[in-house]
């Protein structure tokens, strides 16, 4: 099942939601027309790539210049693939408005950030060798979806069904659409840990590590003004 959009109303118009979708689409264009060459130094300079930060001797050996952990936060805005951007900025589309108009555009963007960076430092802990860089928006996005599993529970989403392209449509909870996505990341993760010794194609860790950043910090970005 596909989720298409949800039911939860939305009373500004999301200028930040709508702009970090902007800025990775552009960004993943830019390098997707550059030569090959500046793209791979891009993604592995400004990817974060953690044994760039936990064998600094390594790190100097390849090259690596001194950013002061500045990755952590671009590497949010890259993304390693056409359905890894297309996945996160349609969760971005159906999710991020609303818990911007709960925050206000100020608000967000930070929280949006911090999620993310914890989600990387996370990810970073679970995987010090790994020497592939860790990119994407999924752990912010991850901590986006942590605020709305608390602010819009029982909102609906609205689930494609593709059965031969046709038009099957479903709703389910909210609540229930991000309780089996958290399950799934679990169970993911903890397969890594167990068979692949943490080297795995997806930054589980930083999904999780976002989610649980969001729950416990959203409340401390809520704009005491909105309308109930």
Known sequence: ????????????????SWGLIALCSVLFIGLELSPDRLHRYI??????????YSNPEWALLMGYPSDYFFSFMSNLFLHGGWMHLIVNVWFIWIFADNIEDRMGHGRF????????IMATAIQWQYTPELIAPVVGASGAIAGVL?????????????????????PIFVEIPAIAFIGLWVIWQMKNASTAILFYEGAVDVALWAHLGGFITGVLIFRFFLRKDYPE
């Open 43 to 52: 993604i592995y300079i400004y990817g974060m790539v953690p044994a760039r």
């Open 109 to 116: 963007i930070i929280f949006y950030l911090v999620c993310g």
């Open 1 to 16: 099942m596909i989720p298409i959009r949800d039911t939860a109303p939305c009373l500004i118009k999301p200028y930040v």
């Open 146 to 166: 942590g605020a709305y599993f608390f602010l819009y529970p029982y909102a609906k989403i609205i689930m494609w069904v593709p059965v031969l392209l046709l």
